[in-house]
């Protein structure tokens, strides 16, 4: 199943969509990637969709990828009388750790953390932004406020800190047990929400033990202020727009989203621009044009992929979701604008045989037009350097671990297939003609690029490219 598009597409998976029969609609319709969001729903209900997805999979004929997005550090204020209070701007309010229900002029925040890092002066969001107080003083156990953006505020709703580095882990001990869970059920890919610091990443990397891929979620000004170090020790990039259009002005949100996307292009990986994509259509059959346009621009920056969230979990229309960003996507690729726009900016080449195979590849398949650029790989590797590249040609992915092409079906333009690995040259061309002819890339006469590594099933060893020609 080609998809005729290079960006990909996530889905998250939730109540609107946990059945065997609409997941696999939602991968017909264009979904590469399903996600599971672990701040909702049981164990039970994780492993039932996994389980779906795999059947899926096996319907289609295409490795699906599965994300876990662990919930992270959410910082939630306490209990109030009624459920509900009412902020008015210029009201003095107060926070603490007292765990009696909250009232009009004061409510519990369960986070000594959050009092060990603010000072006078700090600004405080509750309800993603919605309400805005102002720390006049503060101590151990509390912070006296002034209102300077008000309204409702109900029980347990968020916290947000912006511009200050919080003393907390970005995994809380549900995390380590939902991220024990995952890898145990399977999971291709492991997403670490609220990084704030590369040491987030590190100790994430040490308990996934190379048992999935690594995604470091971009959610809070830290992590921007640290981008480049958080990049380096992550496998993936999500620019989470959610949290960080709350901790930073709206206006400087488009602008960070093409800095991520630009940093995880030099660096060669992977990245998902999310949140709030095409929301109207949790209740509507069609995006506005607003949204349509966001999407684009993702696609326009070079995003590898563009998620859904509520839209596919939730809604009212996930299929129909997923197939308007197929077609979005598609239109952009298919636009004159989008080569030069793709081609403004090369990631700067490593000296490494494997950095200069790949280069050369893009280069002669766009001089010859090849069909397709086919890459043998076991780790990856040496399909994420073709995808970096952004070419001209279709990537076709032979991957000879089946974990290994589900990671890849986040990739932009890698259309994995799992196969046996070659065991010599002769096999290795013989295999690449059948598998572009199969998956419909190149009919007799075409030509097709090929890199691999000597010896086979050496990871990270690209050292060879071949002109072929399908018979």
Known sequence: MRRGRSAKIVATLGPASSTVEVIAALA????????????????????????????????????????????????????????????????????????????????????????????????????DGKIRLKVESCGADHAETTVIAGGGLSDRKGVNVPNVVLPIAAMTEKDRKDLQFGLDLGVDWVALSFVQRPEDMAEARRLVAGRAALMAKIEKPAAIDRLDEIIELSDAIMVARGDLGVEMPPEVVPRLQKKIIRAAREAGKPVIVATQMLESMIQNPAPTRAEASDVATAVYDGADAVMLSAESAAGEYPVEAVAIMDR????????????????????????????????????????????????YTTSGATALRASRERPDRPILGL?????????????????????????????????????????????????????????????????????????
């Not at 164990?43 to 599965?66: F, K, N, Q, S, T």
């Not at 109030?80 to 409510?107: K, Y």
């Not at 009092?115 to 002066?121: N, S």
């Not at 572009?436 to 990871?459: D, K, M, N, Q, Y």
């Open 28 to 127: 017909k319709a264009g979904a590469d990637v399903f996600r599971f969001n672990f701040s909702h729903g049981s164990h039970e209900d994780h492993a039932d969709r996994l389980e779906m997805v795999r059947a899926a999979e096996r319907e289609i004929g295409r490795p699906i990828g599965v994300l876990l997005d662990l919930q992270g550090p959410k910082l939630r204020v306490g209990r109030l009388a009624q459920g509900r209070i009412g902020l008015t701007r210029g009201e003095r309010f107060r926070l603490d750790l007292d765990d009696a229900v909250g009232d009009q002029r004061r409510v519990q925040l369960p986070h000594p953390e959050i009092f060990a890092a603010i000072h006078p002066g700090t600004v405080l969001l509750l309800d």
């Open 328 to 375: 979005i996507i598609k239109e952009v690729e298919q636009d004159g604008l989008y080569r030069s726009y793709i081609e403004a900016f090369h990631a700067v080449a490593e000296r490494t045989s494997a950095d200069a195979i790949t280069l050369a590849a893009n280069q002669v398949a766009h001089t010859l037009q090849s069909a397709a650029i086919v890459t």
């Open 399 to 471: 991957i000879t671990r089946m974990v290994t092409a589900r990671k890849l079906a986040l990739a932009w333009g890698v259309h994995a297939v799992f196969c046996e690995d070659a065991h010599d040259l002769d096999e290795m061309v013989q295999k690449a003609r059948q598998h572009a002819r199969a998956e419909g890339f190149a009919g007799p006469g075409a030509s097709i690029v090929v890199t691999a590594g000597l010896p086979f099933g050496t990871p990270g060893a690209t050292n060879l490219l071949r002109i072929a020609w399908v018979t």
